[in-house]
């Protein structure tokens, strides 16, 4: 998919009423759509802390949220007493993006791809209209995305949603997560229903994920296990030392029930799967233990028995982690889904191992020293924060190569060290080269404070947010094309420069021993002196002005 505008028509946060972005130009003849949206190129966000950047992708996870909750069927009571497909937020906007449908089983390209509209007024159910290639001048096409109580399948706009929409923050965006937090609870309650009607249970129904901690274990194990090591990884190593995956113990908590039965007995078709899979098991009837030592033997298992399809491994895992919310009962859970705006962190206590189904143990990496040849065995959670927040960001765009997504990636690089900051950009686009993917089917959306990731983005993907003057209460987002800036490989002081108005290149401490009247200097002793003072202060603009100042003085 490809988005194409957005605005907003009721408050959200830090934007108004009216706020609005234009990501791509508007379409005319005679543009090259093919070749333009078949390159890498992420949309970065930037901006000053609270100009509302970081709101857009809080937007975008709650729209899309609300429409995949029109469209599906599998809701449980809970949340239909909760959820008003008149009532979102925001809940007034207009949002367009182009996709292929999923109802068309052709090939990812332009010509295949329609213009959807989606337009929502203040207490209404959202409209869907969708226009065929070459989208100027065709007639729009109504389509159903509100479905009703008693239909058996989705409405017909489901089609017309991306396959997977994914949320991603370094910290902790609580707004951010909301939607993905009732998607998460959906997806339990979905299989208790299944447990409940004793029917097999087999994938989520909503297509929000969003990627913490244990999620991202999952991300990192499904690369490692399906993607080429000496090519779409490669980077890991030249970056990280990360060679691969050694081993890792999957705990199944088997005897905990649900609507009295065993818990994982819908879904015994995977947990079959991952026992084929295994090096060793153990079991004691409440207890599984599924031991896993990587070799090529066990990657070959893997990709036999999950159909060589890595986001259905993925899949499994996330499912299983869903278990785990079978603790939070159904007063919280109706609070989370009414919820519609701020959601305190803290509410929902998750499990300790022994009340969890799911975790993993023993999850060894093998690394590379750096500087050296010698390799240890690491656990993942010794890993850095730097180290695990790159792998976290990049496994998830790999992991992707045949879904259409909107990836939300808030400040992705904040534990980056300056190395690793220059290089993302470069590492994604090379690793998502090697796995042979369509750019076409996804749009990345990153927001940053980094001025390397910024110079790796195109002028027309930069949007500059800021403060109205005017109206300091008012968000406004401007394309660095538009504002003549070509950030693509600009110097990072000129993009700290004009970006984020800051023209110095040290801190304000080091700064503070630079600062002399010169006017008042009588002598040449006095300059001697100052030269001596600043003698122990490392090289920079700043010095080397105030010497050049210094000396052209006469006195």
Not at 50 to 65: A, P, Q, R, T
Not at 128 to 137: D, E, G, S, V
Not at 496 to 508: A, C, H, P, S, Y
């Amino acid at each position: 998919m490809k988005l194409y505008r957005i605005k907003i028509n009721d408050d959200f946060s830090s934007l108004s009423k009216g706020f609005k972005l234009q990501f791509r130009k508007p379409i005319v003849n005679g543009i090259d759509l093919n070749k333009e949206w078949s390159q890498f190129h992420p949309f970065c966000f930037a901006g000053l802390n609270g100009s509302g950047k970081s709101n857009v992708l809080e937007v975008l996870s709650n729209i899309f949220f609300h429409l995949e909750s029109c469209a599906n069927i599998n809701q449980p009571e809970n949340f239909k007493n909760q959820f008003l497909s008149h009532l979102g937020k925001p809940d007034a906007y207009e949002i367009e993006y182009f996709i292929k449908p999923q109802t068309n089983d052709a090939e990812y390209s332009v010509e295949n791809m329609v213009l959807v509209k989606v337009i929502k007024e203040l207490g209404e159910d959202p409209k869907m209209t969708w226009k065929p290639y070459p989208f100027i001048n065709e007639v729009e096409r109504i389509v159903n995305i509100v479905s009703s109580p008693n239909d058996k399948n989705p409405s017909a706009g489901k089609n017309y949603l991306p396959d997977l929409i994914i949320g991603y923050s370094s910290g902790e965006n609580e707004i951010l997560s909301i939607p993905f937090l009732k998607s998460r609870l959906l997806h339990f309650d979905e299989y208790n229903e299944a447990v409940r009607k004793k029917l097999e249970y087999k994938k989520p129904e909503s297509n929000l994920v969003y990627i913490d901690y244990e999620m991202s274990q999952a991300v990192l194990l499904s690369n490692f296990l399906f993607q080429d090591k000496d090519k779409v990884l490669k980077p890991l190593e030249k970056e990280l030392g990360i060679i691969d995956i050694k081993r890792f113990r999957m705990n199944l908590n088997i005897g905990h029930k649900l609507e009295g039965e065993k818990i994982l007995q819908q879904f015994d078709h995977t947990i079959q799967k991952f026992i084929k899979c295994s090096t060793a098991q153990f079991e004691d009837g409440n207890k599984l233990l599924l031991d896993f030592w990587i070799n090529d033997d066990t990657k070959e298992a893997f990709k036999v028995n999950f159909n060589h399809n890595i986001f259905e491994l993925f899949q499994a895992f996330q499912i299983l982690y869903t278990l785990n919310y079978r603790s939070v009962d159904i007063d919280t859970k109706a609070e989370v889904y009414e919820s519609r705006g701020y959601y305190t962190h803290g509410k929902i206590d998750m499990p300790g191992p022994k009340e969890k189904v799911f975790f993993f143990l023993d999850y060894y990496i093998e690394k590379r020293i750096k500087g050296t040849n010698k390799k240890v065995n690491l656990l993942l959670k010794q890993l850095s924060d730097g180290e695990q927040q790159f792998l976290h960001s990049l496994g998830i765009c790999l992991m992707l190569k045949n879904k259409s997504a909107l990836l939300l990636l808030d400040e992705p690089e904040t534990h980056f060290n300056p190395d690793w900051r220059s290089k993302f950009i470069s590492t994604l686009h090379d690793s998502l080269e090697a796995t042979g993917s369509n750019n076409m089917k996804r749009d990345i959306l990153i927001t940053s404070h980094s001025p390397f990731i910024i110079s790796d983005c195109f002028p027309d993907k930069v949007l500059y947010f800021r403060r109205n003057k005017d109206d300091r209460s008012k968000v406004e987002c401007i394309n660095a094309r538009d504002m003549n800036f070509n950030t693509f490989g600009t110097s990072v002081d000129i993009i700290l420069e004009v970006l984020f108005g800051n023209r110095q290149t040290i801190g304000d401490l080091s700064k503070s021993e630079l600062k002399y009247d010169l006017s008042k200097l009588k002598n040449n002793e006095e300059i001697t002196a100052i030269k001596t003072r600043i003698s122990h202060l490392g090289d920079s603009i700043e010095k080397d002005l105030l010497l050049a100042s210094l000396n052209e003085l006469k006195v």
